[in-house]
Each structure stands twice: as C-alpha cells, then as structure tokens.
C-alpha cells in the first residue's frame, strides 16, 4: 500500500507515493531546499490522512514552527514535530505515536549512544540507518531520512548507506536559480526514469509540471531572432519538458580552445563540434565554445544533439532558427540524423506550448505530420543548417 503526499510531482518519482514500511533517503547540497520540501511534503501526507513524526535534529521545535507556519504547515492537526537527536528517545518516541510516516532531517546529526563515535562519523550514520531500516521493516512506518552531499564527497554523506535504503532521491538545482529537480538514482518499487522539477518562492516550493518549457515559450514571446538558442523536447520518465538549449563561440586560441558546457554531456558537445567541423566544414579549432541548458535541468538525452548543433552553428554563423521552431533528433559520427523514440508525445508537448514548426529526423515526419504540426523532416545536418536564418 503506498501513502500519496498529494504532491504530484514528489509522488511521480516516489511511483504513486511512500510504499508502507519502506526507506527513504533525500540527498542534497545544503540549501538547496531539502527541509523545505519534506516540511511541505509531511504536512501533505498528515492533511491526507497519516499520522507524521517530524524528527528535527537541527533546529528546535519553536524553528520548525516558525517554518512551518512560513510554509502554510503548522495547522495540520496529525504533523508532530521532535527535535532530538539521540536514536534510542526518536524510536521510543515512535512507538509511542505509531506514525505512518517519519521524517529523519538530518541523519548526519543523530546518534547511538553506546557507539563511541562522534555525529556523523561513518560508524554512526551506519549504525543508525540500520535501526531505522529495522524500525520501518517491523513496524510498518515509512521512514524519510535526508542526507547532506558534499562538493567534495565526503565519506559522512548518504552514499555509504545507499544500499541499505530502498529509494534514494537526488535533490538538484542551483541555489541563484528558481527550479528545483528531483530525481530517483535507486527505487526499489518504481522507475528510475521519472523527475519532479519544483520552483522555489518566498512561500515554499511550488510544483512547475510545465518544468522549463514554460521558460523557453516566455523565453521566446516578443524577443525576436536570437541566434545560439534553440528549443528541444525531452523525454525524462513518462513526461515530457521543453528546454532551450544556448550555445556561445567566441575567440579561442589554436591548440588551447576552451570546451565548456552547463547542464549538458560534455563528451557529446565535443563530438558534435567535431561533426560540424568535418562535415559541415565550419572552422571551430580555434573557437572557444560554451554551451548550456537554460532552467537548471540536466540534459543527457542523445535526442537533444540537433538542438545543440543547430544552436553551436547559429551562434557561430550568428543565424537563428525561425520563430516557434523546435528541434529533435540525434547526430551520428557521419552527420546524419537518426530517428528518436516518442515522437508523437514530443510533438504533442511542443504544439501544446505554443510552438508550430519542428525540426525532425526524415524517419520520423510521418508520425510528427500526424500530430498536426508543421514537420520538416532532415536527414543530415547539412538539410538542418540551411534551416537557420529561413
């Protein structure tokens, strides 16, 4: 039986919601709005029904209060907050309320006092995870537990007990920037192709279903031809998400060209300037190339290599792709573009946006005609450049 949050983009990548008994484990950066997230998410689940325990092992109760009622959270009658960080009174304190659902934030910060180990030492988090693994396992509870990522990897983050959990979610985003993803690495009762993409506000994390599509269409509204930008749909999971994929050259030096990229695969942005150089014969050696995705998601997608390319080209050609155009497809080694999977959807997801041309590969123009759009179908990257500036 799954416990639903009401949160839909949290319950998309948990699979329909906390399965009973199970553990959970929230990684993150700190500050990238992991307590806010399941603060919200604990009084959603208490609003729908389940008993919540709220172990706080960082700020005192009066500090989840105050966020809490930031949060629009401090009136749920079946939300009970704990703050302690000694296992054994958290347990006991259990299994007096018998929740459907406890929330560790931190597991760094707790502690067994028979080890003699300090917080957050290897000996401890393991140790302590195991009981909460053996906790939920015999009481039935589902159990989140939120670990802090190191920039540096330490051996005090979530990724030693990784193996011990049953989900572990990725908390991702950049601080300066609004959105926020969430995205399964390991789940044991559901797919690990699914992501959640939150905005965060002065009031909390708001759901953006859209994602970063909603970005690109504004994005595009009344700006004009702007050359190095191009829109891709992406297909993460059951879902599909419009991003605007920029490129930059700029002067290099032969020899000691610069290759940067943000959001995207590194490895694919130097093959495909490579391709453009060896079959579309554009001089990049000496270029320095910079490339990003635009609304903090991570690209990996091999689908996205015509975006891409078409981007890198119009900016270095300073040509842009025609208003309300999109672009799919993957590039080989030859220059040619292969055909991608779930077109009709991509589609689909583009007209809906507002979008009404799209830059598809040959094989797949019957499909995307039948959705309505106008599809232009390209079999190599040289049909696809002439494209830029028509």
């Known amino acids: 039986m799954r416990i639903a949050s009401g949160i839909g983009e949290l319950d998309r990548v948990l699979g329909g919601g906390l399965v009973e008994g199970s553990v959970v484990l929230l990684g993150g950066e700190p500050g990238i709005g992991k307590s806010t997230l399941l603060l919200q998410g604990a009084a959603s689940w208490a609003s729908h029904g389940a008993r919540v325990l709220y172990v706080s092992s960082e700020e005192s109760a009066e500090q989840v209060r105050s966020r809490a009622e930031r949060l629009g ?48 030492s290897v000996t401890q988090l393991r140790r302590c995870v195991a009981d909460l693994v053996y906790l939920a396992k015999a009481s039935g509870i589902a159990v989140v537990l939120v670990g802090h990522v190191t920039k540096e990897g330490t051996l005090a983050g979530p990724r030693i007990v990784e193996h011990l959990v049953d989900v572990v979610l990725n908390f991702e985003g950049d601080r300066y920037h609004a959105h926020r993803i969430v995205r399964a690495v390991k789940n044991r009762y559901g797919t690990t192709m699914e992501l959640g993409i939150f905005e965060m506000t002065g009031s909390g994390l708001r759901e953006a279903p859209e994602g970063a599509g909603v970005a690109a269409v504004q994005g595009n509204e009344g700006a004009g031809p702007r050359p190095g930008s191009v829109v891709c749909p992406i297909v993460q999971g059951s879902r599909c998400v419009l991003v605007e994929v920029q490129a930059l050259t700029a002067t290099g030096f032969l020899g000691a060209a610069k290759r940067k990229s943000s959001g995207l695969d590194s490895n694919r942005l130097a093959m495909l300037i490579a391709v453009l150089e060896q079959h579309a014969g554009m001089r990049l050696a000496d270029m320095d190339v910079f490339a990003s995705s635009v609304g903090g998601l991570r690209v990996v997608e091999p689908a996205s290599d015509l975006a891409l390319l078409l981007a890198i080209a119009g900016a270095h050609r300073r040509r842009s792709t025609p208003p309300r155009t999109a672009a799919i497809g993957e590039v080989g080694l030859g220059g040619e573009v292969r055909p991608v999977t779930q077109i009709e959807q991509r589609v689909r997801e583009s007209a809906r946006l507002g979008y009404t041309r799209m830059l598809v590969p040959e094989p797949n123009r019957a499909q995307a005609t039948a959705t309505g759009i106008d599809a232009i ?6 049909q696809a450049i002439e494209i830029l500036g028509s």
């Open 377 to 382: 179908g390209v079999r190599n990257i040289d």
């Open 73 to 120: 959270a401090a009136d749920e009658k079946e939300l009970y907050v704990l703050a302690d960080t000694n296992l054994a009174r958290i347990v006991e304190q259990a299994r007096r309320i018998v929740p459907g659902v406890m929330v560790i934030d931190s597991a760094q910060m707790i502690y067994k006092s028979d080890i003699p180990a300090g917080p957050g």
